[in-house]
Nanobody, 122 residues
């Protein structure tokens, strides 16, 4: 069974940092790409970043490029999203998901995690 468990969310001040974790089970990271999405109240869910362990490809949406870094640990079967220089606009529920591909943007989603709340205060 495919399972994704997010952790690491919390409340931080503007300019602070958080590291989100997505622990995967039921598959290995070379079988799916992993994407991070976020959804703020009243807004559509958007793709933030993704990584493909099989190809080494990564992607970041323009609003987080240079501030966020996605990495994968194949031994722990975990993907991380290091978020630096956080802004109030980054406030959202962050979800990880298995996706079909990570090329220019995030491909179709297969499975979702439950999400973790990130709140950035001004």
């Amino acid at each position: 069974q495919v399972q994704l468990v997010e952790s690491g969310g919390g409340l931080v001040q503007s300019g602070g940092s958080l590291r989100l974790s997505c622990a995967a089970s039921g598959f290995t990271l070379d079988s799916y790409a992993i994407g991070w999405f976020r959804q703020a109240p009243g807004k559509e869910r958007e793709g933030v970043s993704c990584i493909s362990s099989s190809t080494g490809a990564t992607y970041y949406t323009g609003s987080v490029k240079g501030r966020f870094t996605i990495t994968g640990d194949t031994v722990k079967n975990t993907v991380y999203l290091q978020m630096n220089s956080l802004k109030p606009d980054d406030t959202a529920v962050y979800y990880c998901a298995t996706i079909k591909r990570c090329l220019v943007g995030l491909g179709p989603v297969y499975y979702w995690g439950q999400g973790t709340q990130v709140t950035v205060s001004s």
